[in-house]
């Protein structure tokens, strides 16, 4: 293992002390758990766009259907409306397989009212 004499010293230089391994330790231990979180703060979209909920608004199997000249409309309040990234990114993607929340679901329950009247005359 650990020999002090001066040849072996020369070598390898001088043994890490027990604070220099544990330092060592802990940074790798805190650079582990950071990984994923800078990860996904990398991949994550934020608020889905506009022109985004827009086209999810139009498509086939969309969570909150509605005529092509009330899209525009319908996305600016959905965006600014209360609904979470995730929930407005599931309405962006208009996958059914996709499934929204229970908050989610009765707030466009209520936002669909506001559509109908804001977004009427096209």
């Given at each position: 293992m650990w020999n002090d004499s001066p040849a072996?010293?020369?070598?390898?230089?001088?043994?890490?002390?027990?604070?220099?391994r544990m330092l060592s330790s802990?940074?790798?231990?805190?650079?582990?758990?950071?990984?994923?979180?800078l990860l996904l703060t990398a991949c994550s979209g934020g608020r889905p766009a506009t022109e985004d909920v827009q086209a999810g608004l139009t498509a086939s199997g969309s969570h909150?259907?509605?005529?092509?000249?009330?899209?525009?409309?319908a996305a600016?309040?959905?965006?600014?409306s209360k609904l979470?990234?995730?929930d407005l990114q599931v309405v962006a993607d208009a996958?059914?397989?996709a499934?929204?929340?229970?908050?989610?679901?009765?707030?466009?329950a209520e936002l669909q009212v506001k559509?109908?009247?804001d977004c009427a005359a096209g």
């Open positions: 072996d010293l020369a070598r390898s230089g001088p043994r890490p002390t027990y604070d220099a802990r940074a790798r231990v805190v650079g582990a758990a950071l990984v994923p979180f909150f259907p509605v005529a092509e000249q009330q899209a525009e409309c600016k309040i959905l965006v600014a979470s990234d995730d996958d059914p397989k499934e929204l929340s229970d908050e989610a679901t009765s707030t466009l559509v109908l009247q």
